[in-house]
């Protein structure tokens, strides 16, 4: 019989990652196979981001070239761009399926696979992943988002927050690490806002006699659990929300980072929390809607510092919002300075249909936002370089991702730092190294036995 050959292409973020190793999963235990090749393939998901335009413009000009090579390829598209109806009217004849990703569970259906529509109550993140990494995996914990930042079409496209049943996702890291993964990576758009009941609690952890009470376990609870899990494992979380960063929730990091004494070492929480701030400047972070002020964030930096040592805090930050005077800007510069962050993912803004801010003035000009860009990464270099020359001689654990272009092993410290090993190593395997070099984003060192 010949195979039915699939392909997934996935642009964006982690939770667009994650999605795809779902949908792998669904395919494949719907009978499709994998084809490396997109032109071989009779079923192309294409899951889409809608946070930039260039993300936007990559699909349309992918599905039009895979259509025009192949007219009876049959395209599912998913992801950001799947219920907006420009999209729909610019795609008209070239999308085969427009699946919202909380649909998945009834592409066979759709498919044409299946007579009757599945829709499980679950939901998709129920559904097994085919995931791509064999050490490192993320791991689900909820979908959507309520806080409907100005700039941001995640409520508008993935709809509002819901959560995933604690022991589902206990299950599935338990599952993993028993196949020996190293790194696992709580997600979710507000991880911190995680929340979720559990019926008959005890009953079902403990399988001890039944009573009907249920436990509202939130993010705090949840990591202490996972972090509970018996194995040799890092846990990361992302992304988070300064507003609801609390402090039982710094509390629990330092709880479960290996430092903390009342773990003696057995904590497995990674010293790194990404943060983002968005904008310096108060009025400007009103504006975006991100319900915070520039002060709440400086004292929630010095309270993570203080409770939990040698973290790394990164951060995202958006130049060029509409109505940003070069005070306001000035403001992002001084905060940059003030908390000297290890990495800043820097965008410049554009306005997404369906937004707030879409209909504000886009007043910054293009060569204004790409000059205040630049300023910010010229900082953020100097800051990181600063921080980075602290690891010079120290020896530090590393999770082995790959190889470069030049053949050298590279990986992740627990803080999230890139390092350049010299020496062999193994894939996916933990080593000891020892820092000899530091650049603004990255180290390099050699392996210690
Ligand atoms: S918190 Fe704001 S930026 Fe993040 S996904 Fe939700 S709306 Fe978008």
Not at 164 to 190: C, F, H, M, S
Not at 276 to 305: A, C, F, W
Not at 426 to 448: Q, S
Request: charged share 30%; hydrophobic share 35%; aromatic share 8%.
């Amino acid at each position: 019989m010949k195979k039915k050959l699939y392909h997934i292409i996935t642009i964006g973020c982690q939770m667009n990652k994650s999605d795809s190793e779902r949908i792998a999963g669904y395919l494949e235990k719907h009978g499709y196979v994998l084809s490396e090749n997109k032109d071989k393939a009779v079923l192309v998901v294409v899951t889409t981001c809608g946070v930039k335009q260039s993300a936007e413009n990559r699909a349309y000009s992918l599905i039009y070239r895979l259509k025009k090579n192949n007219p009876k390829i049959k395209i599912v598209l998913t992801g950001c761009l799947s219920q907006r109806k420009d999209v729909q009217r610019r795609l008209n004849g070239y999308v085969d399926i427009w699946m919202p990703i909380t649909e998945l569970d009834s592409l066979a259906y759709k498919l044409g696979l299946e007579k009757i529509e599945n829709n499980s109550l679950s939901g998709y993140l129920a559904i097994n992943p085919k995931y791509n990494s064999k050490f490192s995996a993320f791991v689900p914990i909820g979908n959507g988002c309520d806080n409907f930042c100005a700039y941001c079409v995640v409520p508008h496209a993935r709809g509002r927050e819901t959560y995933r049943d604690a022991l589902e996702i206990l299950e599935e890291v338990k599952k993993l690490v028993k196949k020996g993964y190293k790194e696992i990576t709580l997600i979710a758009q507000n991880v911190n806002s995680y929340r979720a009941k559990i019926t008959n609690y005890e009953l079902r952890i403990t399988n001890k006699k039944e009573n009907e009470d249920f436990k509202l376990i939130k993010f705090p609870d949840l990591l202490r659990m996972v972090n509970d899990i018996p194995g040799d494992f890092w846990i990361r979380f992302s992304t988070s929300h300064p507003k609801d960063m609390s402090d039982e929730l710094i509390k629990a990091v330092a709880e479960c980072v290996p430092a903390s004494p009342k773990l003696r070492g057995a904590g497995k929480v990674c010293e790194h929390i990404h943060l983002p701030v968005q904008s310096g400047d108060n009025e400007i972070l009103r504006e975006m809607n991100r319900k915070y002020t520039r002060e709440h964030y400086i004292n929630l930096i010095k309270k993570i510092r203080k409770a939990v040592s040698n973290v790394c805090i990164t951060t995202d930050i958006i130049v060029g919002f509409p109505g940003e005077t070069e005070e306001q800007f000035n403001q992002t510069i001084r905060l940059l300075k003030e908390i000297k962050f290890y990495l800043a993912y820097i965008s410049q803004y554009s306005p997404r249909a369906g937004t707030i801010s879409a209909k504000m003035d886009n007043d910054v000009t293009q060569k204004e936002k790409k000059r205040r860009e630049e300023a910010l990464v010229k900082i953020v270099k100097k800051t990181a370089l600063e921080e980075n020359k602290k690891y010079l001689n120290k020896i530090v654990d590393v999770l082995i991702e790959g190889k470069n272009k030049k053949g050298d092993w590279f990986g992740k410290t627990r803080t999230y730092k890139n390092v350049r090993i010299n020496g062999e190593a193994l894939l996916g395997e933990f080593i000891k190294v020892k820092i000899k070099k530091a650049k603004d984003f990255g180290l390099e060192g050699e392996i210690i036995n």
